[in-house]
């Protein structure tokens, strides 16, 4: 048994105490680290693993053979949701903090407090605001290219939810998350440049890129060549022309780079002699001198690893690895032997030319030039790979269950009402909508059938029973095309010119398919057909939401109050769990059946985990005993896992194609309509049944409020005699008070004088109190007018001054005005006088 463990601090041991060096291959691991953020681990057995100690991060994957082989906290890897949370007894837990502490390693470790259902903001509501504006950067247009694959919301959430508990460290990890996820989808997202938190520092020689990877990029892959299988995840890494030196973790030009020669580092230049001969250390490499000859099959030479070319490189490039990106595991030891050259590609036992490889899909060959068809895309051969040519599609929606829904871009929820709401709705000038109502057929709460009211042109056409025939009083327009018909459970409405299709099985199951044409043309729960998830909540007013029980009702077709209970309908209805998962299970047995199917024609991908099933809408859309609810369920996820376009395969490989028969399994429609109408009997005898059973309880129920009433009117009875009693009660006291005041008059009358000389001391002592207090407020009274005529006075004061100032100013004015005045006419005579006197 080998076992590594990976610390927090990013050391990698050996058997738990051996720390090693990096890169470390032996016969089980394969240890590198990728770049400065990632360690990669990978094992000859099919396991990979990426693990970024700083970021708090470890991704996990599993090849396909560890498929119905895994337990533990990555679940059961077997397609089926619904016993991921095993526990190691083999008993399924019901919540994540239970199933987490059941996998413990030690129990030394304790559980603490399960705060799952707590939202970290509303407990630490002073990071709220910092966690919401740091998140909302991936509901901004720097994620808006991952869009396409996976919507922002959930992990909007999870980051908000984790910055708000611990802080800066965690907002990182989830960012980093998240473009992790889009790196894999082809999207590449440079997020720490716009958020100055989460950025990388790298060293001198180092530069950072959201692709990188150390393998091939290191000197000693010069001197022991690696199988690269394009794994790239972000961090630091070297510059074009540049190749990191592990001992010293610099970045160095070719020239530079020592030699790994036989598990000895040998600095640039140095010569050795070996048993080969003399060997010189040069960019890299070690040239050794060897003159012996080799003959190899036609196209292949022979590689000698005690004088390894550069072409070293390609000894592992296949047909196979370039189409599927196979890992192949790089082993320290080399082997002499003979190899394709440097630009073929070996297949089998043979080398081809890039053009000429053959492709490899779903375990089938396709030459160059071989087709596969399907109403989506027609792909062909060339070059090792398909080439795909992509053209519209039709798409389908559904609603199943009493709160099922899938829209036609793929996105799944749960809205749970009881008002007409719109299904579909057009958004263009051509009249199309589908309107659906969950039926209450046994008054009990229980949903057992839906309203379905289609409305296509001037044609309208109702369903408002379970007959499966249009109700009278639907419309069809003569002008226009309309094909009805039933096939098995059931019933079909086509539009053939407007390439729209309605599928009702009667019960809670509806289906819409709508041609290609309306794509971007469409609203209501089944979302806008445009082939992204992120804006499906849409309400009329084109607000967008997050909340699924928001937008369902906001798609009501008439007002409607909604006091709908959105929770699981097992826990409303406890009595029904055990039957919906007993007819729950046998859905999960066949599910298997059919992604064998489906591997073996190759023909479509396995069901994803959110659409297997679960005893939900049984317990919520059907009585005990009554089987079409989980019939319909088992339906729709068989639809789901087999799709209605089977796509074509031509050329070289459709001989092997056509020899495979498509088979469904099922009865004769004859059969079908037999054991429905079986059902429908069995079902009108529960309901007399369950007719008597409520006659019954309601007999009971009257017997019971008779003595309820019985017993009502005894205890207002008793409250009565008990309202004298306290009554009585009350009066005796005052009585007893009243006697007890006048037995107190007379014994002061008794006492006399003394009495009444204590009497007068107390009234005078009162006296002098009350006025020494009024002379106490007297004084402080004077004090206040006192200081309030102080305050006049200096006010009347300081008025006197100003009018003084500004006399005295004016009278100098006026004083100085008569001297100026008296001057100018001492002036004048003078010169009248000077005037004069020269005449």
């Not at 007013?541 to 699981?568: K, P, V, Y």
Request: glycine letters at 6%.
């Amino acid at each position: 048994r080998r076992q590594v463990t990976l610390t927090h601090s990013g050391d990698v041991l050996v058997h738990d105490q051996y720390k090693v060096n990096l890169p470390y291959i032996d016969d089980s691991f394969e240890i590198r680290k990728l770049s400065s953020v990632f360690l990669q681990i990978k094992s000859y057995i099919g396991l990979q693993i990426l693990y970024d100690w700083k970021g708090l991060r470890l991704y996990l994957e599993a090849d396909a053979q560890w498929k119905d082989d895994t337990i533990g906290l990555c679940g059961t890897f077997n397609g089926n949701t619904q016993d991921d949370f095993l526990s190691p007894v083999g008993v399924p837990e019901t919540t994540p903090q239970l199933f987490g502490n059941s996998w413990k390693t030690s129990s030394s470790c304790s559980p603490g407090y399960d705060s799952s259902s707590i939202d970290p903001c509303d407990v630490h509501l002073q990071a709220a605001a910092y966690a919401t504006e740091a998140c909302s950067i991936i509901t901004k247009e720097l994620f808006a290219p991952c869009y396409t694959y996976l919507s922002p919301l959930p992990y909007f959430e999870q980051c908000r939810r984790d910055t708000c508990k611990c802080g800066q460290i965690c907002m990182c990890s989830a960012l980093s998350h998240y473009a992790h996820l889009c790196h894999r989808f082809g999207v590449e997202v440079n997020f720490r440049n716009s958020v100055p938190e989460c950025a990388l520092s790298c060293e001198d020689t180092k530069e950072y890129s959201t692709c990188v990877s150390t393998c091939g990029r290191s000197c000693r892959a010069f001197s022991v060549p690696e199988a690269c299988d394009g794994d790239c995840v972000e961090g630091c890494t070297c510059p074009s022309g540049m190749y990191l030196n592990i001992k010293t973790d610099r970045c160095v030009p070719q020239n530079e780079c020592p030699c790994y020669f036989h598990g000895i580092d040998y600095p640039p230049g140095e010569n050795i002699i070996t048993s080969f001969g003399k060997c010189h250390c040069r960019n890299g490499m070690m040239n050794c001198e060897d003159d012996t000859d080799h003959d190899c099959p036609e196209d292949q030479i022979y590689v000698n690893c005690s004088h390894p070319p550069t072409m070293e490189l390609d000894r592992e490039r296949t047909c196979e690895n370039q189409l599927l990106n196979i890992s192949v595991s790089t082993q320290l030891s080399c082997f002499s032997g003979c190899t394709c050259p440097t630009g073929l590609f070996k297949y089998g036992d043979m080398c081809f030319k890039p053009n000429e490889c053959p492709c490899s899909w779903k375990g089938k060959e396709y030459f160059p030039g071989d087709k596969v068809i399907s109403s989506c895309h027609t792909c062909i051969c060339s070059h090792g790979s398909f080439k795909c040519n992509f053209h519209p599609c039709p798409s389908m929606c559904t609603a199943y269950g009493d709160r099922h829904y899938r829209t036609f871009d793929g996105l799944s929820f749960d809205y749970v009402g009881n008002c007409k709401v719109y299904l579909v709705k057009s958004s263009s000038i051509t009249s199309f909508s589908v309107i659906i109502e969950n039926v209450n057929c046994f008054n009990i709460g229980i949903i057992c059938r839906k309203y379905v009211s289609i409305n296509v042109g001037k044609s309208f056409i109702i369903f408002d029973d379970d007959t499966g025939d249009p109700s009278h009083l639907s419309y069809i327009d003569k002008l226009q095309q309309v094909y009805i018909w039933k096939a098995g459970f059931f019933t079909i409405v086509h539009f053939p010119s407007e390439h729209i299709t309605v599928m009702w099985d009667q019960r809670t199951t509806v289906h819409v398919e709508t041609g290609p044409q309306w794509q971007g043309e469409l609203t209501g729960l089944c979302g806008n057909f445009d082939s992204k998830t992120i804006n499906e909540m849409r309400t009329p007013e084109h607000f967008e939401l997050t909340n699924a029980q928001e937008f369902g009702s906001s798609w009501a077709a008439i007002e409607c109050a909604d006091s709908s209970d959105i929770r699981h309908p097992c826990i409303l209805n406890p009595l029904r769990e055990a039957f919906a998962k007993k007819e729950s299970s046998p859905l999960h047995l066949r599910l298997s059946a059919i992604s064998r199917v489906a591997d073996l024609h190759g023909l479509f991908q396995e069901i994803p985990p959110r659409h297997l099933p679960s005893p939900f809408p049984t317990c919520s859309t059907m009585p005990l005993g009554r089987p079409p609810a989980a019939a319909a369920t088992s339906a729709h996820h068989a639809e789901r896992a087999v799709p209605l376009h089977r796509p074509v395969v031509t050329g070289a490989a459709a001989t092997a194609a056509r020899s495979e028969k498509w088979q469904r399994p099922g009865s004769s429609r004859q059969k079908r309509e037999r054991e429905r109408k079986e059902r429908e009997k069995k079902g009108e005898k529960e309901g007399e049944e369950r007719e008597k059973e409520r006659k019954r309880k309601r007999e009971g129920r009257g017997k019971r409020e008779r003595k309820e009433n019985e017993r009502e009117e005894r205890e207002r009875e008793r409250k009565r005699k008990e309202k004298k009693r306290r009554k009585r009660k009350r009066k005796r006291k005052e009585r007893e008070r009243k006697e007890g005041e006048r037995e107190e008059r007379e014994r002061g009358k008794k006492k006399g004088e003394s009495g009444r000389e204590r009497e007068k001391g107390k009234r005078e002592k009162k006296e002098r109190g009350e006025r020494k207090e009024n002379e106490r407020g007297e004084i402080e009274e004077r004090e206040r007018k006192g200081e309030k005529e102080r305050e006049r006075k200096e006010k009347e004061r300081e008025r006197e001054m100003r009018k003084r100032k500004e006399k005295g100013r004016g009278n100098r004015v006026r004083k100085k005005g008569k001297r100026e005045k008296r001057k100018r006419r001492e002036e004048r005579k003078r010169k009248e006088k000077k005037r004069k006197e020269r005449e």
